[in-house]
């Protein structure tokens, strides 16, 4: 978490977001007001922060990671644009640690080269995009992370992706899975394409599959730049 | 900056880096040991790193950014695999913000769906496979971050890129560019494709193009996650 982040919670009256992240940084919130739900309901919640802050308050919406990346700055920046320009508040998005690179630096240094993020999430992407966007980025050798890789309704996708991808590289890619990524607890495992599937891979997971150049030594993942050795 | 990499710099015996970086950070450093190079130094300045640290000395070598994107990260752990694994020092790598994150962050919203990082360097990676990964990265309607946009020897690159992008994107998909992301004097602009060659981009530029759904309002420039509104 960068000082900005926490200033920014230091200097709010109200704190807005879901339940698990605001318990995460309990002790920075204080008795401040705070305004939680639960999943899903992202809407609701970042609605409610633009009308408090429509009111006059100075509100935080809190978002793990970066805000930025499949987080909450980009709702509330459309929900701001709603509200009548007289009365629209202004907000500042304060950027985070994205699992893409809190997962890449636990590995090594897997994200050295081209990199795509996609997430498997297809509660509002068409899953043939999605594997679309999947099988353009393994032709482009780029490294790929995988964001939302799995969950109970979508077992078999991870899988689906890891077949496009194997259309284009070797079995023997190494593939990195982090889970719980900048959190505590957070564990890792390198495996490879192959062996992917065997894998433990839940929806706190992040996926990290290699370049066509990416390597394992020494227990870690690097992706060279190109530099001559 | 994150806690983290202060806490690292603070433990460290010695510092490594770019003259340029370490400049940013000279408070922090006090009066511990700098070892300093140049650009296009990059071998030399992180295998005197690993020397000092299969020394004994606790080293830490500084990059900009996340050193694990485009970074030092990875060469670092490559040359620390030359070193007798008896003698070899081990290595945490420390994620930072990149300018990916940071630039998005000022600009707005841009990263809420997939997104592919590109380098425009070629000083390591073929013009031609640069310009095949952006044309893939652009057929699968990837948001698009640019790094090293353009230098003295490379004045055309972004405008090719930025032709190729439109081979698959409207003229009006929004631009983004961002000068000295996350550092004192950060600033930006918000364009659109066809005006792109007309704006100015220096090396220290980062370049967000948006996927077919991005739109500008209010002087942000946002890419819509798909929450139903």
Redo the contacts between chains.
């Keep these: 978490?960068?000082?900005r982040a926490v200033d920014a919670l230091e200097q709010s009256d109200i704190i807005v977001g879901y339940n698990t992240y605001i318990a995460l940084i309990k002790d920075l919130i204080g008795d401040k007001e705070v305004v939680g739900n639960g999943m899903r309901q992202?809407?609701d919640r970042c609605q409610k922060a633009v009308d408090l802050a429509v009111e006059g308050n100075k509100v935080a919406v809190v978002s793990s990671g970066?805000?930025?990346?499949?987080?909450m700055?980009?709702?509330v920046?459309?929900?701001?644009?709603?509200v009548d320009?007289q009365k629209?508040p202004e907000?500042i998005?304060?950027?985070?640690?994205?699992a893409a690179?809190?997962s890449?630096?636990?590995l090594?240094?897997?994200?050295?080269?081209?990199?795509?993020?996609?997430?498997l999430s297809d509660?509002?992407?068409p899953w043939n995009?999605?594997k679309?966007?999947a099988?353009?980025?393994a032709?482009?050798?780029?490294v790929i992370a995988i964001y939302n890789p799995k969950s109970r309704g979508r077992a078999t996708y991870l899988n689906e992706i890891r077949d496009i991808v194997m259309k284009y590289r070797k079995p023997e890619t190494p593939v990195g899975i982090v889970r719980k990524a900048?959190r505590p607890g957070m564990n890792w495992t390198i495996t490879d394409l192959e062996k992917l599937p065997d894998e433990d891979v839940d929806m706190q997971s992040t996926v990290i599959i290699g370049n066509s150049n990416t390597y394992v030594?020494?227990g870690?993942m690097?992706?060279?730049?190109?530099?001559?050795?």
Tied chains: 1, 2.
């Design positions: 978490m960068t000082p992202e809407v970066d805000p930025g990346v499949y987080g700055a980009g709702l920046l459309e929900l701001i644009q709603k320009a629209r907000c998005v304060i950027p985070g640690l994205t690179n809190t890449a630096a636990a090594g240094a897997p994200l050295m080269h081209d990199y795509a993020v996609i997430s509660l509002m992407t995009q999605i679309k966007r099988d353009f980025a032709q482009g050798d780029f900048g030594a020494d870690k690097i992706t060279p730049r190109g530099y001559k050795l």
